[in-house]
């Protein structure tokens, strides 16, 4: 069974510039959420979509957006690039399908390392 | 505001010792897990923990989950090379969110 991928790997990007970036889940898998992490925040939540509804929101700006495609696959999106979103950008899915407390249990994609300069 | 502290952020040890780490919170979760990240990749789900004071063991790691269901500890035995990494709690709500806390880094120096 394929694990979660995330395209690209590695982005450099200027300040102002916007950037999108993907994740294919598991199959079977309808929840997908996005993290960033940094060294000195960790891991904080974007937000996360199912069934391409976006069903929690984390405490970012408005300059992060993300959707959810009828295959489950999804892309976040963020406009107007500042120095502080450089982090690794995480992809996660979940199978959730009975609501349980294994609902919530994430498999990770590798990230998206975005560098903006 | 972080919800989950982890203790201690930084731990370097000798191949063979037992270290414990700590995952504390004021917060009540409906479970925790517990993940793994390794330079460059993505964390791993090593386990899930659901009833208060419940344990559970994986090999040489085990996981306790406090009987009010707000922290969690990871205790590995006969620590070896291979288990370094970053050691991630996560909790979960409800709303189906986790929060994960800010990491352990461990080291285990052959």
């Known amino acids: 069974k394929a694990g979660v991928t995330q395209t690209p790997r590695y982005l450099i990007k200027t300040r102002g510039q916007q950037v999108t970036l993907s994740c294919s889940p598991i199959?079977?898998?309808?929840?997908v959420s996005w993290y960033q992490q940094t060294p000195g925040q960790g891991l904080q939540f974007l937000f996360e979509?199912?069934?391409?509804?976006?069903?929690n929101k984390g405490n970012f700006p408005g300059r992060f957006s993300g959707r959810q495609f009828s295959n489950s696959r999804s892309e976040m999106n963020v406009s107007t690039l500042e120095l502080g979103d450089s982090a690794l950008y995480l992809c996660?899915?979940?199978?959730?399908?009975?609501?349980?407390?294994?609902?919530?249990?994430?498999?990770f994609g590798q990230g998206t390392r975005l560098t903006v300069v | 505001t972080q919800l989950l502290e982890q203790s201690p952020q930084f731990l370097s040890i000798q191949e063979g010792e037992n270290l414990t780490v700590y995952c504390n919170s004021s917060?009540?979760?409906?479970?925790l897990q517990w993940y793994r990240q390794e330079p460059g990749e993505g964390p791993v789900l090593l386990v899930t923990v659901v009833t208060g004071g419940e344990v559970k063991k994986l090999k040489r790691l085990t996981f306790q989950f406090g009987d009010a269901r707000k922290d969690s500890s990871l205790h590995i035995t006969a620590a070896q090379p291979g288990d370094t990494g970053l050691y991630l709690c996560a909790g979960a709500k409800p709303s189906y969110q986790l929060t994960f806390g800010k990491g352990t880094k461990l080291s285990v120096i052959p």
């Open positions: 979509y199912f069934s391409e509804t976006q069903r």
């Open positions: 917060s009540v979760f409906s479970s």
């Open positions: 199959s079977g898998h309808r929840s």
């Open positions: 996660a899915s979940s199978f959730d399908r009975t609501g349980g407390a294994m609902a919530t249990e994430a498999f």
